[in-house]
């Protein structure tokens, strides 16, 4: 069993920068790809950027050049740099794991961004 715990969100102005974080612990195999998905009220759930082992990125064209991802192996962690924050980025966002053909899902944390 793998478990995420995601950490970082929280209340900010439009314009300001949030860093989440996702730890996973449990067994993890290598070749996983972890990434971040929001949801915000009333909307599905969205992909917002995703990381494979290798380091191969991949990010919705609305934080292209706003948002960063990394991860570091090791431990298991995986971090999105959220910058230049708008109040459509407000939503619970979520840290998922992809391991072959299980994936793992956290909790969700919230970000909301006031204009």
């Known amino acids: 069993q793998v478990h995420l715990v995601e950490s970082g969100g929280g209340l900010v102005q439009a314009g300001e920068s949030l860093r989440l974080s996702c730890a996973a612990s449990g067994r993890i195999f290598s070749g996983t790809v972890m990434g971040w998905w929001r949801q915000a009220p009333g909307k599905q759930r969205e992909l917002v950027a995703t990381?494979?082992?290798?380091?191969?990125?991949n990010y919705r064209d609305s934080v292209k050049g706003r948002f960063t991802i990394s991860r570091d192996n090791a431990k298991n962690t995986v971090w999105l740099q959220m910058n230049s924050l708008k109040p459509e980025d407000t939503a619970v966002y979520y840290c998922?794991?992809?391991?072959?053909?299980?994936?793992?899902w956290g909790k969700g944390t919230q970000v909301t961004v006031s204009s």
């Open positions: 998922k794991l992809e391991s072959g053909v299980i994936t793992y």
């Open positions: 990381i494979r082992s290798g380091g191969n990125t």
